[in-house]
């Protein structure tokens, strides 16, 4: 059904806004004098924003939020890891839902995924209407005969009839896969058409490891000597930078995902954001999984990036607010080939409202910096991903039970 | 009238919860059978924790919520001060029901303020019926009169006739105090029984100059040959502290006031924790005032002071999440001579009710975790300050009101 958003607030003005089938139609005033019946949205207390772009996640992880905290990096990981092996595709179905719920919840209509179980994830993606990229995860220790099941599946699935979905290789890092490996992901990926997902220099010992493996090159370099980062190259993290590096991943068009909430929970460090940025490397936001962070709301995340950026570059306007909102926004949809990320007639519908009426949105001196800096998932009233509603008034349709079945996971 | 709060969750039991008058009565079974009235809520779904003490803040300043925002300081702080000099006192009335508002809409209700018009701050406070210490400001630039008058408002209001406030002589840094001036409060503090809340250390700047003037001292050092620093010093920021300064500040029992969010905004700085910590400072929690943070959830801010601790001095535990959430509860209280911040029979009832069926509190494995990591306003459905419900289903009465004039200030 069409909608039609009455009143709202875009920028400085109050206007309405049709949305006809998948795309914003008309900014203007719209006469409702129709005979087809259109979902009349008052939007008379509400500011009409662009919806966000989580372009790293590991969204079934919501299932082990709050699981073995503080402690150090491998007692951690090892804990972590302890827990996952117990996961079954159902138990990622309804993490999945879980995560979705809760990006959904706070303004998300798209999140880049990198887990085990794809066809579960397809699924919760599916059943819950939001866009997704779905990373197929690789590392070596899956094995050959895994290996080529999930070259098959992307294979077969690259063509899969849903806009909403696509799928990507995922080799996880250059230190659990093979220059091989990220070789065959890379052909893979290029011979269907599809984006690559990595890790990639999130931490020190990355680094350090890789350039006595590698005759003294940094993984970015290591990488770029396979010849496997291109524009469709999703590279989660990029903490340790070099001069050479940012050159080479923007020279090679690289989507670089800043990710500061987990950088800081694991203490893995902060992104050289003005180098990234003078040398003209692309860059959107992702939460990471909830075990490095624990939510996954990109309203929390754009205020991290412009606090941390400011605090350690020794910069008050390091990362400002209209730029860290652009980079969970328009970049992370057209980084990702979505022509969405902008309220402008003929693009998608991908959109939230927010409530202007909030107390975190009071005043309103600027909507934008009330947004990255004062908002939380309060503020967000209404949710529309390709032209579909999947939140009004703060509720999604079954919360309840999703939150039910994700909290039977723990015994 | 009394609350009994049924079937609700504590750590890991389930059980009733007796609010009689001010004080937590009873926790166990409370057999409902009594002939008056009481206030049941259901507790089913709920964790019943300690609210939250915000320690530092300029609450009035939530009317400047997104006014001018990353500039580079000095233009940043010409634009706020020429904005706060029309500020009249009923604005600050708005501003500081505003502030308050949001405060309890993230479970705060105790909340130190270092701001103007006092008197205008103190309607507010009462007006919505929360816990604050108002701070009195000083600087030399007031000039004597209002100086006297400040220091006769204080002897007058030392004995004021509401358990829930109280004042403090409020010099406000060492760069606008006169060592005289700083005297001058101490001493009416130490007359009156009453804290002193000052601003120090937060940034190099000040650290700088003051070696300068002061021979060679740092701030800690200089307020120290004062004489002015004791248990009931309140100092903000603390960012910039020697090894000899934390002695001094834990020699003197000075409660250390952390505002990560501010400090990283304007780029001050980051604490040293783990010095802190080493030399036994007090240390407790605070948001600062809405131009350096943009909002006043505490939440956010044990999040904040945990994570950028984290990354700052390169440990996953430096402050853990239990630790904080005790900055941001128990400690805040005890510093400040309530005796609340833990959920205990005979302790004062200043507790929070959190939805532990709100996707980001799901699963259950740690609430702690849950809370300081996960959560944000979202999950926060009911709080209670000093026996009486501020909020209720996330409500609080008359919130539109309050929205609508803060609104208004913005022409």
Redesign the interface.
Known sequence: MDILIKDVTIGNIVTDVLIEGNKIKTIGFVDNNVVHERHIIDGSSMALLPAFYNLHCHAAM????????????MP?LRNIWDKEAELKGEDIYDGTR?AI??MI?SGTVFFADMYWFHEDILRAVENMGIRANIGVTFMDSLGEKKIQNNFSFLNEYSQYDNDLVSFSPAPHAIYTCSGELYRRCCQNALDNNLYLQTHLSETITEVEDCKKLHSGLTPVEYLHSLGVLNNKTIAAHCVHITENDAEILAGRGVIAVHNP?S????????MNFPLMKEKGVKIALGTDG?SS???L?MT?EM??A???S??R??????I???EVFEMATSKGAEFCGVNAGKIREGMLADCILVNL????M??????I??IV??????CIDTVICNGKILMEN?YVEG??E??AK??A??K
């Open positions: 919501c299932l082990l939020r709050g699981f073995c905290e503080d402690l150090p990096l951690w879980l719920l809760e919840k909430c950088n800081m929970k694991l203490s893995s460090g902060v909830c962070n624990n939510n709301d929390e205020k991290l412009s606090l941390l400011k605090v570059w020794n910069s008050e306007n390091s400002t607010a209209k009426n909030n107390e975190r009071t005043p309103s001196w600027d909507i910096s009330n800096y004062g908002a939380d998932s309060s703060h919360e309840e999703i939150i994700a909290k996971f723990v």
